[in-house]
């Protein structure tokens, strides 16, 4: 599950084409292929004016207001007239107000020093506190990018006398005035005339210090990890990859299905899906007694259950939604929007990786078939972990060769693969052998992209579920599918933690996800 091979493990985006006398499998690679290269319009945040008191929190700094202060709206100092009559009747609800983070000040081109002289209230959690003589230097995180606001008190700062609960870890309101910064690794500062310790830490316990910790230690406080360096880059990435995805697509007049977490039907016929039942109690202590499960005929009696069938956990959506788009976002998008990030794992997590996304958003892409690619490996005589034979898979070793070395890093797009490894939905190639599928591989990750042009031809559909030995009634409306209406179409399933693997750099794919779900492993 942790790194390997593993079909159709993100959302699939398909394309009915009702209109075209035929959609093949390369039409799915190539729009792949264009997402790939696109460069959506980089989004600015609106210019805010220039007020003399801003605040990266709506809220006014209040010592008695406590938790309610840090959580609460502030309301709007003009509050409209339907406001004001709510008002005349009893407590006025404030408007939304937008906040403003860290990000919105340090990360514009002057990192902040058009913010000098303006008065700011920053919330966040402390990274580190430095005392000195006559000045208290605390770095203060809001998550919202990799830079901390450097805060400096003195003990003239209005709440100086919590400065003992100043530790990594604490919450905490600071409120002062921007001012240029005297050290190097920073335009500006904070000089802070108020600070509130909203959430105490003790230092002798917290998890995360100052010193690096090994990303096997972080996975075991997966809740707290966020708040480090890595793993809130990996987090923003991770947002602005699913943002230019939904945007792509909102932006071409697709529309977004939710498909059903729970199924009846085996979408890839491997048989290994998670059951999902009411039949197993957790009342008895020590779990369900087998004694006690509904049985008939020596099986699972499935009719006293809640679907009265089974039911499982589902492995993909593309049966119920073959209109389901998600795919592909431009890796140009990241490296404008996340650049500090970005900067930071080419300098932390895995050096040129910066180039290597470039080379891979501008190289042109290499297309071959299975049998070629089969035939490429052979001739390599490297000597591999998994065997090389035609009808046997291709693993992620032999996808980085192919990528990595036979390729130089570009992109490659593999065709026509035999129809006993794919799943039953694909088309029949012509040959009686192959399916009209692809797979998209990129350098460090391998597949990365996995398409198809799907079975429209009723009685091809199924002969194929036959041979699979799955049972047709259990597919009784995927079929009407072909048997009302039938149209050629394709399409494509991304693995977005193998995106956000590859964008990042990160080497474990349990890191590119925030609550990892592993064998023997369901904590938090």
Not at 4 to 12: A, C, F, L, V, Y
Not at 106 to 113: F, P, S, W
Not at 218 to 235: I, K, S, Y
Request: with cysteine.
């Amino acid at each position: 599950m942790d790194g390997s091979k593993s079909k159709q493990i993100g959302r699939d985006s398909v394309n009915s084409a009702p209109g075209f006398p035929y959609f093949t499998t390369m039409a799915a690679a190539a729009a792949a292929c264009r997402l790939l290269r696109l460069a959506p319009r980089r989004l600015r945040s609106p210019r805010h004016s220039a007020p003399t008191a801003l605040s990266l929190f709506p809220t006014p700094l209040s010592a008695s207001s406590g938790w309610r202060s840090y959580c609460a709206a502030a309301q709007a100092s003009a509050p409209p007239p339907a406001a004001a009559a709510a008002a005349a009747a009893g407590e006025a609800v404030g408007e939304f107000r937008r906040r403003l983070r860290v990000a919105e000040v340090k990360g514009g081109e002057d990192e902040g020093a058009a913010w000098v002289g303006k008065e700011l209230t920053v919330r966040g959690w402390v990274r580190t506190c430095r005392a000195q003589r006559t000045v208290t230097f605390v770095e203060v995180n809001d998550g919202s990018c990799l830079s901390n606001m450097q805060c400096v008190l003195t003990p003239d700062t209005e709440g100086y006398d919590q400065i003992d609960c100043v530790t990594t870890g604490a919450s905490v309101i600071v409120e002062g005035v921007v001012a240029s910064s005297q050290g190097g690794k920073q335009k500006v500062e904070l000089k802070v005339s108020k600070i509130v310790v909203i959430g105490e830490s003790d230092p002798t316990s917290f998890p995360i210090q100052k010193k690096r910790a090994s990303r096997e230690f972080l996975r075991t406080v997966a809740h707290l990890r966020p708040r480090t360096n890595t793993f809130g880059a990996v987090a923003r990435v991770r947002n602005a990859l699913a943002f230019a995805t939904h945007k792509f697509f909102q932006d071409n007049g697709f529309v977004w299905v939710s498909s059903p977490i729970i199924t009846a039907s085996d979408c890839e016929g491997a048989g290994e899906q998670f059951y999902v039942t009411t039949l197993l109690s957790n009342t008895a202590e020590g779990g369900c007694l087998v004694n006690n499960i509904p049985s008939k005929d020596g099986r699972v009696d499935w009719s006293q259950d809640f679907f009265c069938k089974p039911a499982f956990l589902t492995v993909s959506g593309q049966l119920n939604g073959e209109t389901y788009a998600s795919a592909l976002s431009d890796v140009k998008y990241i490296l404008e929007n996340c650049k500090e990030d970005m900067d930071f794992f080419n300098t932390w997590v895995e050096k040129g990786i910066i180039d290597r996304l470039s080379d891979v958003a501008e190289k042109n892409f290499v297309q071959m078939s299975y049998s070629d690619a089969i035939e490429l490996l052979i001739r390599s005589n490297k000597k591999f972990e998994f065997p090389v034979k035609w009808g046997l898979d291709l693993q992620s070793e032999h996808e980085r060769y192919i990528t990595e070395v036979a390729f130089s890093g570009r992109p490659v797009i593999i065709r026509d693969y035999p129809k006993e490894i794919k799943a039953f939905y694909m088309r029949q190639n012509d040959d009686g052998k192959t399916v009209a599928a692809m797979d998209l591989l990129v350098p460090r990750v391998g597949e990365l992209i996995g398409g198809s042009q799907r079975e429209e031809r009723l009685d091809h559909l199924e002969a194929r579920l036959d041979e699979s030995n799955l049972n047709k009634d259990s597919y009784w409306w995927y079929l009407d599918l072909r048997r009302y209406g039938s149209v050629p179409h394709a399409g494509f399933g991304l693995g977005f933690e193998r995106l956000v693997q590859f964008a990042t750099g990160i080497d474990n794919i349990r890191d590119a996800i925030p609550f990892p779900r592993v064998p023997g492993s369901a904590e938090f």
